[in-house]
DNA sequence: ATGTTATCTGAACGATCGTTCACATCAAGC
DNA sequence: GCTTGATGTGAACGATCGTTCAGATAACAT
């Protein structure tokens, strides 16, 4: 009773990591255990910290991954020069990335209290990057006269919690296709920047 | 050592509630124990027990006096007859409630995976109830080709966010008063709704 | 002044928490 | 086949958790 057979770090590793994931989006960081997600993984409390320093380690890695992910998938988006088409690309970007990762997304915006202010600090950083990322398309629109808006940083923040919130209520198989609910978000992020 | 001079069951028990309040919006209801929420109080974990049920029923009520306020204050508002003035006069009132409240607000969204799921399924109850005003008016809007909407349902779901989302970045004392607030928000919405 | 009731304490309950570590076992290289 | 390093166990650490309750004290009615 010790080293199990067919063990291997590339597969616990990450096991831990996908675990805890699901477990922290559906009960909360705080409410879930070490020896929550050991039992799902197969594996003993102890051997997490073979992979992770500690909990509050494995919650900043689970987040920081998730905002890198972000930001490294919109680089490799090309922007279109046209601020509307810009605009575009960044609504259906932003849709299908929390399509495809609700629980990521979840916690990155429920946790961020419980994470030490250091961390706090780290993560704060990406998002306003990627906020900044929004501003930019937004600011270039204005400044060409394709949008008129009346406070593009306020207009940025609204945009986003529009967006995310999509996750609040869009499940798989509803009444609307993810491609239905773009088209349908797009129509109203439009309309929100138009100009006259 | 047992009764405190002056203690009063009236000033004791909202005490609690509004310690727990803070303190829960603050840290979160799972990483917030009985003994912080006493201390702050200036009263030993056992005192709490006079006054509340147990942890979840602190939440709930914290939760269920927030639906409450909010579908009473609502109901308060006379809606006027124009759907563009009804839609006005909801968003005025969502941002100028949420304004008042962060913190009831911020437990009402993060909190709600932490209730059992009877007094889930009570709180989700009166908050469907909310979205059905505003959905309401969105479609006598449409109806009568005030607006012209992509799908009720979703802009309902979109506009909520929207404006809920308010309570993420905006701090008083900041860069814009909430009169300069509500009238950027007021303007994308109204777009967003815009008939042709 | 006395008795009654409302209010709070202090200690204790078993459970669970994050974390550490000596030890056991398996996989891999020689 | 032996050795060595990678992997995981099992038990234990002190701390803290939600909750209960007999007893103590203050406020109040008489």
Redesign the interface.
């Known amino acids: 009773m010790a080293r199990k057979s067919g063990s291997h770090s590339e597969i616990t590793g990450p096991r831990i990591r996908s675990v805890a994931q699901s477990l922290i989006a559906?009960?909360?960081?705080?409410?879930v255990s070490m020896r929550q997600i050991a039992a799902e993984v197969g594996v003993r409390a102890g051997t997490i910290y073979l992979y992770v320093a500690d909990k509050q380690a494995l919650l900043y890695e689970l987040m920081e991954t998730h905002l890198d992910t972000l930001l490294a998938a919109w680089e490799a988006v090309p922007v279109p020069e046209d601020p509307t088409e810009a605009l575009h690309a960044f609504t259906s970007f932003h849709l299908r990335f929390h399509f495809e990762r609700p629980e990521e997304v979840f916690i990155a915006y429920?946790e961020l209290?419980?994470l030490t202010p250091e961390n706090f600090a780290k993560i704060e950083a990406r998002r306003r990057a990627y906020e900044a990322a929004l501003e930019a398309i937004l600011a270039r629109g204005a400044a060409s006269s394709a949008f008129d808006l009346?406070?593009p940083?306020?207009?940025t923040?609204?945009?986003?919690?529009?967006l995310?919130?999509?996750g609040?209520?869009y499940r798989d198989g509803g009444?609307?296709s993810r491609g239905e609910?773009e088209?349908?978000?797009w129509?109203?992020v439009r309309?929100?920047v138009?100009g006259a």
Chains 1, 2 share one sequence.
């Open positions: 559906r009960h909360g960081f705080a409410a429920m209290r419980n009346p406070d940083r306020v207009t923040m609204a945009i986003i919690a529009m995310t919130g999509v609040t209520w009444r609307l609910v088209a349908i978000y129509r109203l309309r929100m138009q």
